[in-house]
C-alpha cells in the first residue's frame, strides 16, 4: 500500500515514524525520504531525514517527472521522489509518505487507493508549545505555521484516519498507526497499488 502520514506542522510525524520503525511488523516498510529545498536544521542529515536539493536542483527533478507530488510550504519546496515510491511497491513493500496536506491532496487525487492518516495535537496549544519548544523558526515564522495549522486542521476530513498524538505517547501514536496500516491491508487487499 501506498500510505500517507500527515499533519500540521510541529504535531510529531518524524519522531512518530522513527517510533513506528522499530515497532514489530514494521520494520520491513519503505520509509520515503523526501526531498527539500529548506536549510538542514541540527542533527538532520541528508538522505536520511530529507534529500537537501539546491532550488535548481529541485525543479530540475519536478520537470522530468521524478517526484510523485510537490509543493512549495512555509517558503521551501518539498516533494516524494517517485521512483522510491514505484520501488517499494514493486517489492511488495508498503510505502509509506511523511507529506503535508497540500501533498496529500495531490496523492489522493493521484492514487485513490492510497491510504490518509492525519496526525493531531491534543490542542492548538500544545502544537504552539511543541514549535515553540523546537526553536527552529523566527517569531514571524512560528505565527506563519499556526495560521497554517489551522487551516490544515480543518482538512482532516479528507483522510481515511485520525489519530491524536497525545503528549507523551509517542508509542502508543505509533502503535495505533501500525495497527491502522495492518487493518487495511488485510481488509482491503485491492489497495495495493501500482504507480
Not at 41 to 65: K, M, N, Q, T
Not at 75 to 87: A, E, L, M
Amino acid at each position: 500500500m501506498l500510505v500517507v502520514v500527515s499533519g500540521p506542522s510541529g504535531v510529531g510525524k518524524d519522531t512518530i515514524l522513527e517510533v513506528l520503525r522499530q515497532l514489530p511488523g514494521h520494520t520491513g516498510h519503505h520509509y520515503v525520504v523526501t526531498c527539500t529545498t529548506r536549510a538542514r536544521r541540527p542533527g538532520e542529515i541528508d538522505g536520511v531525514s530529507y534529500h537537501f536539493l539546491e532550488p535548481a536542483e529541485f525543479l530540475a527533478l519536478r520537470a522530468r517527472g521524478g517526484l510523485l507530488e510537490a509543493n512549495e510550504v512555509h517558503g521551501n519546496w518539498y516533494g516524494t521522489p517517485r521512483q522510491q515510491v514505484v520501488d517499494a511497491l514493486a517489492a511488495g513493500r508498503h510505502a509509506l509518505l511523511k507529506i503535508d496536506v497540500q501533498g496529500a491532496g495531490v496523492i489522493r487525487a493521484r492514487v485513490p487507493d492510497a491510504l490518509l492518516i492525519f496526525v493531531v495535537p491534543p490542542s492548538i496549544e500544545t502544537l504552539a508549545g511543541r514549535l515553540k519548544g523546537r526553536a527552529t523558526e523566527t517569531d514571524a515564522q512560528l505565527e506563519e505555521r499556526l495560521r497554517n495549522a489551522a487551516d490544515e486542521l480543518a482538512r482532516q476530513h479528507d483522510y481515511d484516519y485520525v489519530v491524536v498524538n497525545e503528549t507523551g505517547q509517542l508509542t502508543g501514536t505509533a502503535e495505533r498507526i501500525g495497527e491502522i496500516i495492518d487493518i487495511e491491508a488485510a481488509r482491503h487487499a485491492e489497495r495495493r497499488v501500482r504507480i
